[in-house]
């Protein structure tokens, strides 16, 4: 009984290892959308840093002061991992799908960026 169970639990993590070999490059890509904030909430800025400035910072709410800042940051990390999980629960079923979650943040930063540019062009 107990070879039994012992040897289900080797097969499945040997099925969701080579599940996840699959993805491989997705999640990879994903590792540094889970760092940047994680390095933000360990280093974050001084209080009197003048990037936590509400003017400088073209009005961005989560700059206002530090405390604010390490909060929005910790939010950002929760909802980061949370897309990570729903990419990962999707991966069997419907692996399209998991590709597009693993990759949107990052299309969504190219994406902020590009509006930024344009925004001051115009």
Sequence with gaps: MFK???QQAKQSAVE???LLWQFKWYILA?????LAPTHEILNPPDADDPILNYEYTRGAWN???????IGSMKNVLIELLLL???GTSNMRNHPLLAKFIFLFPL?????????LIIADFL
Excluded: H
Excluded at 30 to 34: A, E, G, N, Q, S
Excluded at 107 to 115: H, Y
């Design 4 to 6: 039994k169970i012992i």
């Design 16 to 18: 969701t290892f080579k």
């Design 30 to 34: 994903y590792m540094p959308v889970i």
């Design 63 to 69: 700059y206002i002061n530090q405390e604010v800042y």
């Design 84 to 86: 990570f999980l729903i």
């Design 107 to 115: 299309v969504a930063l190219i994406l902020g960026t590009v509006v």
